[in-house]
């Protein structure tokens, strides 16, 4: 596992290309910058000046070789790649406040933004006018939208808000596809359906994902709380209250297990087994920096039990790999189905690739079911 | 006739509140209004989280169901602290910390220094997270 430093400033957010050399970040500011690897070390390729206000999600195609970025300026530019240069296209949102996220569907013919407007839009290329053109999806909607992410059958949408509720919308457009098969969610699916909704968890949902399959989806709330939704005739839902601060990104590595970060700055793991629709704790994915343990002094003993009435000293540097909140996590190869590596980013402006394999050798009680 | 009264504010008195045989609709906590057996603690524990005031829109049965956890709270020895918390489920525990902090809003001589004991109990039993809770929770206790 390694951890790179790319600046001071927090990342908001980041994107890979295809072939995992290139990455997309945004450090805080109007700006995305392309690293370049070469060897060991992070080049900086291109810089994509186009958005008036902060940048606040991007993704990057892997087979069109295409990004779409996202800001506060309510604006998305798709970026397309002419020799060397990044050339920006517009899209207009038709929002009135800031976008929050942006993904590209699993067959990057639709990217859908969510936003503090209370709506998400879904935009498609028109070929006759040579133009990105945006539909919304308004009901039942009733705070910003904070995450976004596809199922594999380029259709349905799955939202978590700041309404409380995880939702699935179909996003079928038909001017671009087929329709759609029916799948464990439902199978009637015109577009701005909801297909689900989430109930029990109380708490902005910061992080949403589909599993490799589609049939389940996991969700990440402000309460502390991890959830895990299977579809079916009556889809069953199950969460799990942490004991940790709350996790604000989750993604599945295989089809029961997740991984999910948030503001205690390392990456935990949880299992879901179907049978008994339950979801456990895995274990906290960090390898602890081993520090010398120093004796305490009688005069340090006094001065906690004086202060903060415990005998025991808590350390005050962070033991974990990041030294800030984590808040994004990605696949980099294996997809959701066998994830092999991922990587998190942070408020702290670093970027750490995690190996899955060695982290189970190296904590004994982890099982990737 | 000539008025007697000069001004008509005896019109806002609600007379309903100070009626006597006033109407109370008794919502939970009235197992225990003579207050704890010394002896059964844990049961009195276990009886005062039961069916928390989570719904109502009541504020007199909240405040009610908050007297009632305060005063077994705070009739619970120092060390039966912790065995007490720890026959607590998950869900226990959160409500525990929620009366706790709506138990800090108010504080009197003693409440502090107890309920910063249980605190101390309740968040080794329910981590950072049981706090988070109490941050977020949409419907108060």
């Keep these: 596992m390694s951890l790179?430093?790319?600046?001071?400033e927090p990342i908001t957010c980041h994107a890979w290309n295809r072939d995992r050399t290139q990455i997309a970040i945004s450090p805080n500011n109007h700006e995305v910058h392309i690293y370049k690897k070469s060897g060991n070390q992070w080049v900086k390729a291109h810089e994509l000046k186009e958005h008036n206000g902060h940048i606040t999600g991007i993704d990057w195609a892997p087979e069109s070789n295409r990004i779409v970025t996202c800001g506060t300026d309510r604006n998305a530019y798709v970026w397309t790649l002419k020799g060397d240069v990044w050339k920006p296209t517009l899209v207009i949102l038709r929002i009135n406040r800031a976008a929050r996220c942006?993904?590209?569907s699993p067959k990057e013919n639709k990217f859908a933004v969510g936003s503090g407007s209370r709506l998400i839009s879904v935009c498609y290329f028109e070929q006759e006018n040579d133009w990105w053109v945006c539909?919304?999806?308004?009901?039942?909607?009733?705070?910003t939208i904070l995450c976004l992410d596809w199922?594999?059958?380029?259709?349905?949408?799955?939202a978590g808000s700041c309404d409380f509720k995880c939702r699935i919308f179909s996003a079928y457009i038909k001017e671009v596809e087929e329709k759609?098969?029916?799948?464990?969610?439902?199978?009637?699916?015109?577009f701005g359906e909801v297909m689900f909704e989430s109930t029990g968890t109380s708490g902005w949902v910061h992080g949403v994902c589909f599993s490799d399959s589609g049939n389940?989806?996991?969700w990440a709330s402000h309460d502390s709380t991890v959830a895990v939704a299977e579809g079916g005739k009556t889809a069953v839902c199950t969460s799990l209250s942490s004991e940790t601060l709350p996790l604000l990104c989750v993604t599945f590595i295989t089809e029961n297990s997740l991984v999910a970060a948030g503001h205690d700055c390392y990456p935990v793991l949880f299992v879901y087994d179907s049978n008994n629709a339950a979801l456990s704790f895995g274990g906290k994915l960090d390898v602890p920096k081993q520090s010398a343990q120093k004796g305490m002094t009688a005069r340090e003993r006094f001065q906690n039990l004086d202060k903060k009435a415990s005998v025991d000293s808590k350390e005050a540097v962070l033991e974990s790999v990041h030294k800030n909140s984590i808040s994004q996590i990605s696949i980099l190869n294996g997809g959701k189905a066998k994830c092999a590596k991922f990587c998190t980013t942070g408020m702290d402006g670093g970027m750490a690739i995690w190996d899955v394999k060695t982290l189970e050798s190296a904590m004994k009680d982890l099982k990737i079911v | 006739m000539s008025k007697n009264t000069v001004s008509d504010r005896f019109r806002k008195v609600d007379i309903d509140e100070y009626d006597e045989n006033k109407f109370v609709d008794e919502e939970d906590g009235g197992e225990n209004q003579l207050g704890p057996d010394e002896g059964n603690l844990m049961g009195a524990l276990q009886a005062v989280l039961k069916n928390p005031p989570i719904n109502t829109k009541n504020q007199n049965v909240k405040d009610r169901a908050e007297g009632l956890v305060l005063k077994v709270l705070s009739s619970f020895k120092a060390s039966d602290i912790e065995k007490a918390v720890q026959s607590l489920d998950k869900t226990g525990v959160d409500l525990l910390m929620k009366y706790?902090?709506?138990?800090?809003?108010?504080?009197?001589?003693?409440?502090?220094?107890?309920l910063l004991q249980w605190?101390?109990?309740?968040?080794?039993?329910?981590?950072?997270?049981?706090?988070?809770?109490?941050l977020t929770a949409r419907k108060t206790v």
């Design chain 1, 4 to 8: 790179h430093q790319f600046l001071l």
């Design chain 1, 102 to 104: 942006v993904t590209w």
């Design chain 1, 135 to 143: 539909k919304h999806i308004k009901k039942p909607i009733r705070s």
């Design chain 1, 151 to 158: 199922h594999p059958n380029n259709v349905l949408l799955a």
């Design chain 1, 180 to 190: 759609p098969a029916p799948t464990a969610w439902g199978s009637k699916m015109p």
């Design chain 1, 216 to 218: 389940r989806v996991a």
């Design chain 2, 100 to 114: 706790i902090y709506k138990g800090f809003e108010k504080p009197t001589d003693n409440s502090s220094a107890i």
């Design chain 2, 119 to 134: 605190h101390e109990k309740a968040l080794s039993a329910g981590g950072v997270g049981s706090i988070v809770r109490v």
